[in-house]
């Protein structure tokens, strides 16, 4: 049987001419809340829709301030925008737009008639979110009409809450209203200390609460809180109320404190605890750190923490997220569970932990963050149904803005219909356990994609169904005629997903930096400090990646975890077709844009470029496993056939980073795959191979 190795060469010359970004260009994307010109001229309203022309007012009550008035301002902004219409707010003493108090919680309503919109809304946020959907369907239409009638919509959670996708604790105000626009309702913010996050020595954090609560986001502070103490050992409480204290006392004006266990660990009494892991602490403490199991004295230390942030913030939420233990005892996390003070949050990961078996027989856990794996997982559902039965308030770690750790350095993965699963098993979790908030990502950000402006109609009672939603946008942004090829491809690429091993050596190894990732069979293993990443990284690549691609094992208790031979084989078997139909979907994408003009081609060939990027990932991961493979059997041929392809391949992915900055970028690595490190790596083949033997 041939083998067929991935080079990529001949994708070269399909390959649309763009010049390349300069580093961070992908910002000015995030900068811009309306984008310019999405009107069609050649729209006509129908008969039962309405055209909002020059001259329409949007009328506030006199004495209507803050979010209501910012709103009203931001549509006046999107008209003139976005659809070339000149508004105007005004003020009225029978306002358009309304707070009425005794609709449901989130609430709000539209009514197009008469030449007037009316909002009527539960409350201040609620009329932001009315403005935000009137966009939608505009942008969706590409026109400044609206259907004739009466809406009711209800956001379905109380909370979706984000890490910046512009850096690292970084929040402009246009990513701000970003984010307000595409439904989250808080953002997230890696604590350190005072002022201090995990990536920046100084941030004047009180200021970010205040410019985020005026775009209607709350705050989260996510705990690596330095207190390492026992409330039970001497002057240890005092420790504990001294650092919370000090925190929740600076910034009361933030909605809540976000506890898991190894970013705010603390000595556990419990003879179970695992050992240090790591924990900045006096490396003379030899005490063991709670962090990665349900120690039985979590409860009395939440109550310690509890109490002093509570001292200072007294309406302060502390959600409680059991991330680190869903591997342990089934038992063991429901005694911690059944103690908790009945006013913490409890969050659960959506997916992790799950063993499943692939459709070619393999078996593999859910190492970490995935959309490989749907879920809900075994461990979410035994920890929902507890938390229902204590009448504790749940949450989920659900990833469901668009990305995971299943590709490690893109703005988010375009598997819509896979997606669509995830939105739907997180709605029917709220229906049967009271899910009420989501953490839509980690630290690699959210990105305003297509997911995610599905994703808030899709959580959102009242909205249009998902395959209509998805054939309308793919309509507006590749053409009619197109539309239909684009939901194709997407839906390949979203089956072919559950293909993914998401085990820790794919997540936090080739797959987490792409065709970045060495390839270095037969020489020294790359040293933290010969990656070539930047100093902006508070996670250097280099260390949190595994390079050492032959090392076996690395979280115990996600054990077994397979890298021998045949596994690895196995694995190539499911991903080989999924990296041909990634470059498949790309060369249908490009035809596309050969057959439009304008911001349709534009879209086509940014969707080009992401299908040619997650293919080259793939290849990578491909290449490598069949070089270990090789390189542990001893035979330099097949090693060497292995490496040449490999070489093609990264070369080829150069100019795919070049064009999209956002390529080969994450927030908490910085450049990890970028041009920089793609180069870096075709050096270090040349001089472990020879130039020559890889051309």
Request: glycine share 6%; proline share 5%.
């Amino acid at each position: 049987m041939k083998i067929r190795l991935f080079a990529a060469a001949a994708l070269a010359a399909a390959w649309s001419i763009a010049a390349a970004e300069e580093a961070y260009e992908f910002r000015r994307r995030l900068e811009c809340v309306h984008e310019k010109n999405r009107r069609v001229a050649s729209e006509r309203p129908a008969a039962d829709e309405m055209e909002i022309k020059d001259g329409f007012k949007i009328s506030i009550a006199h004495g209507a301030d803050g979010l209501v008035y910012r709103a009203a301002r931001d549509f006046e902004d999107y008209l003139a925008v976005s659809m070339g219409v000149m508004a105007c707010v005004t003020r009225s003493a029978d306002p358009d737009v309304t707070v009425d108090r005794s609709l449901p919680p989130r609430r709000y309503v539209v009514d197009v008639s008469d030449g007037r919109v009316r909002i009527a809304a539960a409350d201040e946020r609620a009329a932001a979110r009315a403005f935000y959907h009137l966009e939608d369907v505009m942008n969706l239409r590409s026109a400044p009409f609206l259907k004739k009638g009466r809406f009711e919509r209800t956001p379905r959670f109380d909370v979706r809450m984000t890490h910046s996708g512009y850096g690292n604790d970084i929040f402009p105000d246009d990513h701000l209203a970003q984010m307000a626009h595409f439904g989250m309702t808080a953002i997230l913010v890696f604590l350190d200390d005072i002022d201090k996050t995990k990536a920046q020595d100084y941030q004047d954090l009180k200021a970010l609460i205040r410019r985020a609560a005026k775009y209607g986001l709350d705050t989260y502070l996510y705990s690596y809180i330095k207190a390492f103490a026992h409330p039970a050992d001497k002057g240890g409480r005092e420790i504990i109320e001294r650092a919370y204290g000090n925190i929740a006392g600076y910034y009361p004006e933030a909605k809540g404190v976000i506890l898991v266990g190894e970013s705010c660990q603390f000595p556990s009494k419990d003879p179970r605890v695992q050992p240090v892991l790591y924990q900045d602490k006096n490396p003379a403490d030899k005490r063991p750190a709670a962090g990665w199991f349900p120690c039985s004295d979590y409860p009395q230390w939440l109550e310690a923490v509890k109490s002093a942030i509570h001292a200072k913030a007294p309406r302060q939420e502390l959600v409680f997220w059991t991330y680190n233990w869903g591997w342990a005892p089934y038992d063991d996390r429901m005694k911690l569970i059944d103690s908790l003070p009945k006013d913490v949050t409890l969050m659960a990961t959506f997916e992790m932990f799950e063993r499943r078996t692939l459709r070619n027989g393999i078996d593999t856990p859910t190492a970490d963050y995935s959309i490989s794996f749907v879920g809900p997982g075994r461990y979410f559902v035994s920890e929902a149904e507890r938390a229902k039965r204590n009448g504790l308030r749940l949450y989920s770690q659900a990833n469901s803005g668009g990305l995971c750790w299943d590709f490690g350095c893109v703005p988010f993965m375009p598997l819509p219909q896979r997606w669509n699963e995830r939105w739907a098993a997180l709605s029917a979790a709220h229906v049967k356990w009271g899910l009420s908030g989501l953490m839509e990502n980690h630290h690699y950000g959210w990105w305003p994609s297509f997911i995610a402006e599905l994703e808030n109609e899709a959580l959102t009672d009242g909205g249009m169904p998902f395959e209509t939603h998805l054939a309308k946008i793919a309509a507006r942004d590749y053409g009619a005629s197109n539309a239909e090829s684009a939901v194709n491809v997407w839906r390949t690429w979203s089956r072919n997903h559950a293909d993914f091993a998401p085990t820790d050596m794919n997540q936090y190894g080739t797959f987490r930096i792409g065709p970045a990732y060495p390839f270095t069979f037969g020489a020294p293993v790359v040293k933290r400090e010969e990656f070539p990443g930047l100093r902006y990284a508070s996670n250097w690549p280099a260390g949190i990646c595994r390079m050492d691609y032959l090392k076996e094992g690395y979280v115990p208790q996600l054990t077994p975890e397979r890298m021998d031979n045949e596994y690895l084989l196995k694995e190539v078997e499911l991903l080989a077709p999924m990296a041909e139909d990634y470059a498949a979907g790309a060369r249908i994408f490009r035809r596309i844009s050969a057959a439009e003009t304008g911001r349709r081609r534009a879209k086509a060939l940014e969707m080009a470029d992401y299908g040619d990027y997650f293919a080259a990932a793939v290849r990578t991961a491909v290449n490598v496993k069949r070089g270990a493979v090789a390189f542990r059997k001893g035979d330099r041929a097949a090693l060497l056939a292995a490496a040449k392809a490999e070489y093609a391949n990264a070369s080829a992915a150069v100019a795919l980073v070049e064009r999209n900055s956002r390529l080969g970028w994450e927030p908490s690595m910085e450049y990890c795959g970028g041009p920089v490190q793609i180069r870096w790596k075709l050096s270090l083949m040349e001089k472990i191979y020879g130039k020559e033997n890889l051309k």
